[in-house]
Each structure stands twice: as C-alpha cells, then as structure tokens.
C-alpha cells in the first residue's frame, strides 16, 4: 500500500508556530465561524491513484498540496492505485490518524459503501469529490463537491445534437461502467436522446478515459457502420480525441466524408480544446483540475470546521464551442 503523508512543515502541528503568511491568508470564504485555527486542521483524503499518468488527479492533487500549504492544513493522503478493493482496505488507517474529516475520491460508486459507513461510525464526516457514490451510501456522507457528471453529459449531448441539427446516428465511447461520473454522463445522454426523436444511438462501448482506445473503438465503429455515423460523443477529451484521430484517418483514406461527423464530449483536453479552436470538432466542457480542487477543498475544509454547507456543491462546468473558446484557459492536460 502506498501512503504518501504530506506535512507542508513540522510547524503546522500547532498553531503557535505557524508562519504569518499563514495566519494572513483570506478566509472569508469560509461564511462561518470555525471550530479550530485552520492550520491546526487535519483532513484525510482517499484518492482513486495518479497512477497510469492520469494528469488530472496530478494536477488536482498537487493544487491541493498548495492550498493545504498556503494554511497550514496537515494532510494526509492514500493513494488507492486504480484499486476499488485497495481504497477500501486503506480506509482504517485514515481513521486512526482522527482526522477532522475524510475526503473520498472514489473507484467505484457502490463498492466504497461499506468503508464510508465505517468512517461515518467513526464519528468522522466524510465528503465526497469527484465522483459521487451510490445511494444506498448517501446517509454517510456530509456533502459532495466536485463537477456535476449529469449536468456535463447532458451539456455534451445537447451540444452535439445541435451540431448534428437534431437529428442523426450517434456513436458513444463511454467511460468505465460502474465508476460514478462514466455512468452518470452515459444516462445523460440517453436522456437526452429521448427528448429527439430523429437522434439514434447506434452503439455504446467503454473507452476508458483512453485516447488510443477511443482510437481503436472508433476504427471499429467506422468499420461496423461506416458513412452512416453522424456525432460521436466521448465520456472525456482523451477519449474523444482518440475518435477523432480514427475519423481523421479515415477521411484521409476517402472511407468517410470531411468535416461531416460531430464531436463532442465533457472533461475537454488540451487536444480537444485546439480541435474546437480550429474548428474540427464541436464542442468540450471545460472541468479544469485545478479549479476542481480549490473549489472542492474548501468544502471539505469548511466540513472539517463544522461551518454547514450544502448537501450537493458543483463546479461550474462551461462548453466550449469555436465561437467562444477564446474565453477560456486551455486544459493543461
């Protein structure tokens, strides 16, 4: 198991010796009074893993280390390594540190359950990131923060259908099935497809959160289907740019027409995001890591003072289409 404990310095034990620039940092965010100094705060944090060069949890987390740096939080990280069963397992050693919350980016919606009532028995608030859990775990846990998956997917699917002019075939690179936010973008579309008639959805596989399994799952597609593809929806950039390489080959090759298929997807990239600059592919929602972890962070450090929040906390998430992309950051992943 791989602990990664991270104390910004031995100061930040006790608030007597903790830097000024600590103490002077802006907290009214914080819109409550809190229980403790927030540099003598301690905060779990169960990650999904950065393993695999996912540089969306890299960057998210080390905007996190920065945040807990600038005050004064002592933080102590698990790293679950892309392992349902491991996160699980590791939940016992956060408890016995009495953190003043545990925060949970989980693997797998229903799986993580029993560990989060255990932390929730413990008499430690739990706040979920990311990923929401499955409902049956939704009485032990104090807030969700993070993007909201239904909302991006159907953002995606709404855009790619206007791009299509309402009507057409669509092809699906979904993400993993049972991880929360790859099942709740997937149901958005198929809610929104009922709302169009004349929108058909020929085919939906796992692609993975993987350019080049979005590439060889699209090749397959061109090939079972052909010119009789018209939008492709990806669960995330990396995913769709895979698609757009395999539609890009294929137009090459003469086997599909230029510029006719539509793409669209949440959680854009950098690949993505260029694509729609150049007018090659229709439409991204932007969820920038960094952004997801500021705004998630303070949730969970406003959890772990005892300052109520809401129940739910979404970041905002624009699209981001040719005529507006100039408004916007590009992704640094």
Same mark, same amino acid.
């Given at each position: 198991?791989?602990?990664?404990?991270?104390?910004?310095?031995?100061?930040?034990?006790?608030? #007597?010796?903790?830097?000024?620039?600590?103490?002077?940092?802006?907290?009214?965010?914080?819109?409550?009074?809190?229980?403790?100094?927030?540099?003598? #705060?301690?905060?779990?944090?169960?990650?999904?893993?950065?393993?695999?060069?996912?540089?969306?949890?890299?960057?998210?987390?080390?905007?996190?280390?920065?945040?807990?740096?600038?005050?004064?939080?002592?933080?102590?990280?698990?790293?679950?390594? !892309?392992?349902?069963?491991?996160?699980?397992?590791?939940?016992?050693?956060? $408890?016995?540190?009495?953190?003043?919350?545990?925060?949970?980016?989980?693997?797998?919606?229903?799986?993580?359950?029993?560990?989060?009532?255990?932390?929730?028995?413990?008499?430690?608030?739990?706040?979920?990131?990311?990923?929401?859990?499955?409902?049956?775990?939704?009485?032990?846990?104090?807030?969700?923060?993070?993007?909201?998956?239904?909302?991006?997917?159907?953002?995606?699917?709404?855009?790619?259908?206007?791009?299509?002019?309402?009507?057409?075939?669509?092809?699906? #690179?979904?993400?993993?099935?049972?991880?929360?936010?790859?099942?709740?973008?997937?149901?958005?579309?198929?809610?929104?497809?009922?709302?169009?008639?004349?929108?058909?959805?020929? !085919?939906?596989?796992?692609?993975?959160?993987?350019?080049?399994?979005?590439?060889?799952?699209?090749?397959?597609?061109?090939?079972?289907?052909?010119?009789?593809?018209?939008?492709?929806?990806?669960?995330?950039?990396?995913?769709?740019?895979?698609?757009?390489?395999?539609?890009?080959?294929?137009?090459?090759?003469?086997?599909?027409?230029?510029?006719?298929?539509?793409?669209?997807?949440?959680?854009?990239?950098?690949?993505?995001?260029?694509?729609?600059?150049?007018?090659?592919?229709?439409?991204?929602?932007?969820?920038?890591?960094?952004?997801?972890?500021?705004?998630?962070?303070?949730?969970?450090?406003?959890?772990?003072?005892? $300052?109520?929040?809401?129940?739910?906390?979404?970041?905002?998430?624009?699209?981001?289409?040719?005529?507006?992309?100039?408004?916007?950051?590009?992704?640094?992943?």
């Amino acid at each position: 198991m791989k602990l990664l404990k991270m104390v910004a310095t031995a100061a930040i034990a006790t608030a #007597l010796a903790v830097p000024a620039v600590a103490r002077a940092q802006d907290t009214s965010w914080l819109g409550g009074t809190p229980k403790k100094p927030l540099n003598a #705060l301690k905060i779990g944090f169960s990650f999904r893993g950065g393993g695999g060069g996912n540089l969306y949890v890299t960057q998210y987390v080390d905007k996190l280390k920065e945040i807990a740096k600038t005050y004064g939080i002592t933080v102590d990280i698990v790293d679950a390594e !892309d392992d349902p069963g491991r996160q699980s397992q590791q939940m016992p050693e956060l $408890i016995a540190k009495h953190p003043d919350a545990i925060v949970v980016w989980a693997l797998n919606a229903a799986g993580i359950v029993p560990a989060i009532k255990r932390v929730h028995n413990a008499g430690i608030p739990v706040v979920t990131i990311v990923a929401d859990i499955d409902p049956s775990g939704k009485d032990y846990v104090t807030a969700h923060a993070g993007p909201n998956d239904t909302r991006e997917g159907t953002q995606a699917a709404e855009a790619l259908i206007d791009a299509m002019g309402g009507k057409g075939n669509v092809v699906e #690179l979904r993400g993993p099935t049972g991880f929360g936010p790859a099942d709740q973008r997937a149901q958005a579309f198929l809610d929104v497809a009922k709302k169009h008639p004349d929108i058909h959805l020929l !085919d939906a596989q796992d692609g993975n959160w993987s350019v080049n399994k979005g590439q060889s799952i699209m090749e397959t597609f061109i090939t079972r289907f052909g010119k009789r593809i018209d939008g492709v929806l990806s669960s995330d950039g990396y995913t769709g740019t895979g698609a757009y390489l395999a539609v890009d080959a294929a137009v090459k090759a003469g086997t599909l027409d230029d510029g006719h298929i539509k793409f669209s997807d949440p959680n854009g990239v950098a690949t993505a995001f260029d694509l729609v600059k150049q007018g090659k592919y229709s439409s991204t929602v932007l969820q920038l890591p960094q952004d997801d972890a500021a705004f998630s962070f303070r949730i969970a450090i406003k959890v772990a003072e005892g $300052i109520p929040v809401a129940r739910y906390n979404y970041l905002p998430t624009p699209v981001v289409t040719r005529a507006n992309v100039s408004q916007y950051p590009r992704p640094g992943l």
